[in-house]
């Protein structure tokens, strides 16, 4: 694997990635938490959109590393003069880097960053850190690897997600995180339900390996490993999806009541930011049951693994 662009990875490839980021979990129990992997390499940050926990999570894990990390905004670029998205990839890869790690409001951005440097310049590596509403890789990876954790504990590693049901509930026309997502779980074995609004459904779900409904009282009634709420994305809606907030809350939101439907084993997650009160309510995001804060941590984790993997890694044949 050269790139990271995708989700739909195979199995092997995506439990090696999980694997190799419980090694690199355990530096985070440490008082000094520096690794040599990558000293004397070059990662750029290039986030062409807003980004708390991707940028931060994936900054730290090259530093933990030893990597020299670069961060370059899309408001702060030569982008803003005009400049096109080829010239700047091509511009930071001429400087001698060894990744860019590339978020961009754009589908197919990462893709095509990739496509241009495998002309001009072979050896950089390029991760997908979201683009559009198309995929957010390293979101699902980190996603597998905390439910993992939670599921298996110490016996997690070489383990898949083998009859896991997870129900994914939301925005997911919008979700960059539900289509990775709905890529990489179904190869590690899970069973996926997609529960929203038709309106936030996107065409075509029904034939991805999943289970589409509209009914998320329903879902919940069924035994769930997991429940994982995704994020209202406004910004990226153009029209009404939904007839208003309190509608939406009355038939997609995880409430308090919903909540103390689940089983007291049902993992709940969200890939954040977080609309508070109108897809979850804050006792279910901070319950006993919640695993966010753990998906935070293991970002770190993984993308250490995903920066290691690719970047120390040996050349491709």
Same mark, same amino acid.
């Given at each position: 694997?050269? =790139?990271?662009?995708?989700?739909?990875?195979?199995?092997?490839? *995506?439990?090696?990635?999980?694997?190799?980021?419980?090694?690199?979990? %355990?530096?985070?129990?440490?008082?000094?938490?520096?690794?040599?992997?990558?000293?004397?390499?070059? $990662?750029?940050?290039?986030?062409?959109?807003?980004? +708390?926990?991707?940028?931060?999570?994936?900054?730290?894990?090259?530093?933990?590393? #030893?990597?020299?990390?670069?961060?370059? @905004?899309? @408001?702060?670029?030569? $982008?803003?003069? /005009?400049?096109?998205?080829?010239?700047?990839?091509?511009?930071?890869?001429? !400087?001698?880097?060894?990744?860019? $790690?590339?978020?961009?409001?754009?589908?197919?951005?990462?893709?095509?960053?990739?496509?241009?440097?495998?002309? @001009?310049?072979? #050896?950089? &590596?390029?991760?997908?850190?979201?683009?559009?509403?198309? %995929?957010?890789?390293?979101?699902?990876?980190?996603?597998?690897?905390?439910?993992? &954790?939670?599921?298996?504990?110490?016996?997690?590693?070489?383990?898949?997600?083998?009859?896991?049901?997870?129900?994914?509930?939301?925005?997911?026309? =919008?979700?960059?995180?539900? &289509?990775?997502?709905?890529?990489?779980?179904?190869?590690?074995? *899970?069973?996926?339900?997609?529960?929203?609004?038709?309106?936030?459904?996107?065409?075509?779900?029904? +034939?991805?390996?999943?289970?589409?409904?509209?009914?998320?009282?329903?879902?919940?009634?069924?035994?769930?490993?997991?429940?994982?709420?995704?994020?209202?994305?406004?910004?990226?809606?153009? /029209?009404?999806?939904?007839?208003?907030?309190?509608?939406?809350? $009355? /038939?997609?939101?995880?409430?308090? %009541?919903?909540?103390?439907?689940?089983?007291?084993? +049902?993992?709940? !997650? =969200?890939?954040?930011?977080?609309?508070? /009160?109108?897809?979850?309510?804050?006792?279910?995001?901070?319950?006993?049951?919640?695993?966010?804060?753990?998906?935070?941590?293991?970002?770190? #984790?993984?993308?250490?693994?995903?920066?290691?993997?690719?970047?120390?890694?040996?050349?491709?044949?």
């Amino acid at each position: 694997m050269k =790139h990271l662009l995708t989700g739909a990875l195979r199995r092997e490839d *995506a439990i090696s990635l999980l694997d190799a980021a419980e090694d690199m979990h %355990e530096v985070q129990d440490r008082q000094l938490k520096k690794l040599p992997a990558l000293r004397g390499r070059t $990662v750029v940050n290039a986030f062409f959109e807003n980004s +708390t926990r991707t940028r931060s999570s994936f900054e730290i894990a090259g530093k933990w590393l #030893s990597a020299d990390v670069i961060n370059v @905004s899309g @408001s702060a670029s030569s $982008v803003k003069k /005009g400049e096109s998205l080829r010239d700047t990839v091509l511009t930071l890869a001429a !400087m001698g880097i060894d990744g860019i $790690v590339m978020r961009h409001g754009d589908s197919g951005a990462a893709q095509l960053a990739a496509d241009w440097l495998d002309v @001009s310049f072979p #050896s950089v &590596r390029v991760i997908n850190a979201g683009d559009g509403a198309h %995929e957010h890789p390293t979101q699902a990876l980190l996603d597998a690897f905390a439910l993992r &954790r939670r599921l298996f504990g110490a016996q997690s590693r070489g383990r898949g997600l083998d009859g896991v049901r997870i129900a994914i509930a939301g925005d997911i026309a =919008h979700s960059r995180v539900a &289509r990775s997502n709905a890529l990489l779980l179904p190869a590690l074995g *899970a069973e996926v339900t997609f529960v929203g609004p038709p309106t936030l459904l996107p065409p075509g779900a029904d +034939t991805w390996n999943t289970t589409v409904t509209t009914d998320f009282d329903a879902v919940l009634q069924q035994p769930l490993d997991a429940l994982m709420m995704l994020r209202v994305q406004l910004e990226r809606q153009r /029209g009404a999806f939904v007839p208003s907030v309190g509608e939406y809350i $009355v /038939g997609w939101s995880l409430t308090d %009541e919903r909540r103390a439907k689940l089983d007291d084993d +049902t993992v709940i !997650m =969200h890939p954040g930011p977080m609309n508070r /009160g109108l897809e979850i309510s804050s006792r279910a995001a901070e319950g006993l049951q919640s695993a966010v804060l753990e998906q935070v941590t293991s970002g770190v #984790s993984l993308r250490m693994a995903v920066l290691y993997s690719l970047i120390a890694g040996e050349e491709p044949q």
